[in-house]
């Protein structure tokens, strides 16, 4: 879902996220294509672990590989289109599939992607708030992004805006899901011990019934 929204955003034209903004300009000055960029930068970031003292889970490598391929498998089928509407449209679809893959992905506990454990290692070892932290860095990666010829626009504005609120929105739903997935695996436990229960109590009142 996160690479998906990712290419969505790519494809439409309107701009990229920051760090694909980065990617595509490390893309252009490269024979790598965006997605190979992404994973370079993402084994970059992960180098950048080591003196944070952050370990790396499954969910960090798995990260760093799928969202690569995704990005690379969706750009080559997903349409371009050129009228304004529909381009809004993939920018829209884009962050709204980047909020659920989020979500996803940190409800899995498998261990943070390269970006964000950077992002909280920093945040840990200097004691800074981890929105100052988020904030320094997506600007960073977007402004060498920008300068090496990364594409940026109204839809890196819209993400900025309202990645947030895609998360969280992303958050409480998989939650909710969970949750109701909970009540039900209960309830299916709970009815043969129920049912259980009510055949000893019935073989105990028969056995106690005088002959």
């Known amino acids: 879902m996160f690479g998906t929204g990712e290419a969505l955003l790519v494809a439409s034209h309107l701009g990229n996220t920051p760090w694909t903004v980065l990617a595509q300009g490390v893309s252009r000055h490269s024979p790598l294509s965006i997605g190979e960029s992404t994973f ?3 084994v970059v970031v992960l180098v950048l672990w080591v003196p944070l003292r952050e370990r790396p ?3 960090t490598v798995l990260n760093a590989i799928v969202i690569a391929v995704a990005i690379d498998v969706m750009l080559d089928s997903l349409p371009q289109p050129r009228p ?3 381009r809004l449209a993939e920018v829209i679809g884009g962050i709204a599939a980047i909020g659920i893959g ?5 409800t899995t506990q498998l261990g943070p992607g390269p970006r964000d454990g950077w992002m909280t290692g920093i945040a840990r070892r200097t004691h800074w708030p981890i929105a100052s932290v988020r904030l320094g860095i997506e600007i960073s990666v977007l402004v060498v992004g920008f300068l090496l010829g990364g594409r940026a626009g109204i839809g890196t504005v819209l993400f900025a805006l309202t990645i947030g609120h895609a998360v969280a929105g992303a958050i409480t739903a998989v939650a ?3 949750a109701v997935e909970r009540r039900a695996l209960g309830r299916r436990t709970s009815e043969p011990s ?5 055949a000893e109590r019935g073989a105990g009142e028969r ?3 005088p002959e």
């Open 207 to 209: 056995a106690s019934r």
């Open 176 to 178: 909710a899901v969970a």
């Open 84 to 86: 304004n509407a529909l």
């Open 194 to 198: 129920e049912r259980s229960e009510r």
């Open 40 to 42: 370079a930068i993402s």
């Open 57 to 59: 889970g499954l969910g």
């Open 102 to 106: 989020s979500a996803l992905y940190l």
